[in-house]
C-alpha cells in the first residue's frame, strides 16, 4: 500500500472515530460537572498513570527529542536525560509535597488554594497566569504539529491551513465536551498506547533495516558518538551542564506538572491521596523508560542516515518525519502519523479541559454556586466556555501561522515559561513562611518578576560573564517573585491556612 496523503487522512480520521466512540462510551450516564472537572474522584489510579505518558509527552517531545540527538547545543547525544532524572525528583515533591496539600483542601482548581492562604486577588492572579500560559503553550505545541501534518497530508490535498485547524480542533471539541476530564482518562490511555508503539515499532524496523538484532542494537547506540549522558566539564555556561539541566527539570517538573491545572487534575480524579502518589510515582518511574526510547530513537536515525547517505535536515525537528514518511516501510509512516496525531491531541484535550476547569471554577466560581443554581444550567454554561477555549486555540494558532518565523514563536514558547515563575513564588512562599501578604499588590509583583526575568535572562551573559540561565529561567522569576511577596509581606498572629 502506497502511503499517499488520501491514505494517511483516512487513517487518521479513523483514528478520531475510535476516540468519539471511547467518548460515546465514557459518557453515556449523565454528564455532570463533577464527572467532567474530576471524572467523580472515581478514577483507576494505574489508568491514569498510563495516560499520563501521553500527556507529558506532547508532539514537540516526540519530534524534537529524536532530532536533538544529533544536533549541537542544549540536549545533544543524551544530555536530554539529566533533565529526565530531574524531572523524577519534581515527581517526588509533588507527590509528597503539593499532592497532600491539594487533597487536604479537597480542591477542584489547585490555585483554590491561593485564595485561602493570601486572599481574592492572589487567586485570581495565579488563575490567570495558568489560563494564559496554557493558552500560550498550548496552542503553540498544536501549531508545531500541525505544520508537520498539514506539509505531508493536507497541503499536497490542497486543504487550506485554516481549515485543516478547524477540523483538527472540532474533532477534539467533540470528543471532549460531554465527558471532560472522565473521557480524556481513557482516550490519553489510548493515545499513550499509540504513541509508544508508533515508536518501538520504528526502533524494530529501522535496526532491522541496518541488520541488527536487540544486542546488536544497543551496543551499536550505546557505542556511537550518540550517546553520551553526562556533561560535568563544561562548567554553567555550557547548556548542557549537568547541575543545571538536572536542576532545571526538576524546577520544570515541579511548576508545569505541580503547579498546572492541566496535570493536577488527572491526579485530583484518583479516588484519594494514596492513590494519587502510586499514579505520580509509577508514571515518573515508566517515564524515564520512555525517554529513553525515544533517545535511543534519535541515535538510531543518525546511524541510519549515516549509512545509507540520507541527508540530515537543517531543521533536526524535520528528521524523525521525513525517515518516517519518506524511507521506511509505509507501515512505519502510518505509525509515525498515529503517534505523532496521538502525542499532540493527548496535550491538546487535556489543555482544552483544564482550561474549561479553571474558568469555570476560578472566574465564574461553579463551587459556590454548586446547590444555588441548577446544574443543568451549570453544565450548559461550561460547554459554552468549552466552545469558547477551542476558538480561543483556533485564533491563536492562526496568529502564530500568519507569523511564520520560527524564530519569534520559539521566543512566544519560552515567554509562556515565563509565566510559571510567579506560581512557584507563590506556592513556595505560601508553604514555607507563615507570613500574610498584601493582597491587592500581588498581581504587581507577579507582573514586574516576569518582565526583570526576561530582562536579566537576555543581558545575563554581559552581566554574568557569558552565563545564560537557560532552563533556570524559572528558578530566576520564582526566586524574584518570592522577594517581591516578601516585600509586601507582614507578620500575622493568625495563619492564613489552618494546618
Known sequence: ??????????????????????????????????????????????????????????????????????????????????????????????????????????????????????????????????????????????????????????????????????????????????????????????QTAFLLGAVILTVIFISQSLDLGLGGMMDMVSNSKYSKTFYFEGGWSDPNNFFKQFFSGALITITMTGLDQDMMQKNLSCRNLGDAQKNMLSFSTVLIVVNLLFLTLGALLYIYASSFGVEVPAKTDQFYPMIALEHLSPIVGILFILGLTAAAYSSADSAMAALTTSFCVDFLNFEKKTGLVPEEDLRRTRIIVHLGVTVVMFVMILIFETMNDQAVITKLFQIAGYTYGPLLGLFVFGMTTRLKVRDHLVMVVCILAPIFTFGLDTYSTQILAGFKFGFLTIALNGLLTYLGLLAISYWDTEVAVKE
Not at 20 to 47: E, H, M
Open 1 to 190: 500500500m502506497k502511503l499517499t496523503p488520501p491514505v494517511i487522512l483516512a487513517i487518521m480520521l479513523g483514528y478520531f472515530l475510535v476516540l468519539i466512540a471511547v467518548s460515546y462510551f465514557t459518557s453515556r450516564n449523565k454528564s455532570t460537572n463533577l464527572n467532567f472537572f474530576l471524572a467523580g474522584r472515581q478514577a483507576p489510579w494505574p489508568l491514569v498513570a498510563f495516560g499520563m505518558i501521553g500527556s507529558t509527552i506532547s508532539g514537540i517531545t516526540f519530534i524534537s527529542v529524536p532530532g536533538a540527538v544529533g544536533g549541537m547545543g542544549a540536549n545533544e547525544a543524551f544530555s536530554y536525560f539529566q533533565v529526565v532524572l530531574g524531572y523524577l525528583l519534581g515527581y517526588v515533591v509533588i507527590a509528597f509535597v503539593l499532592l497532600p496539600l491539594y487533597y487536604r483542601l479537597h480542591l477542584t482548581s489547585i490555585y483554590g488554594y491561593l485564595e485561602q492562604r493570601f486572599g481574592f486577588f492572589s487567586y485570581k492572579t495565579g488563575a490567570a497566569y495558568f489560563l494564559l500560559s496554557r493558552s500560550i503553550g498550548s496552542a503553540l505545541r498544536l501549531f508545531l504539529v500541525a505544520v508537520v501534518v498539514y506539509n505531508f497530508v493536507l497541503k499536497p490535498m490542497e486543504v487550506p491551513f485554516a481549515l485543516s485547524v478547524f477540523l483538527i480542533l472540532a474533532l477534539i471539541w467533540t470528543y471532549t465536551f460531554k465527558g471532560g476530564i472522565k473521557t480524556i482518562i481513557v482516550t490519553d490511555a489510548l
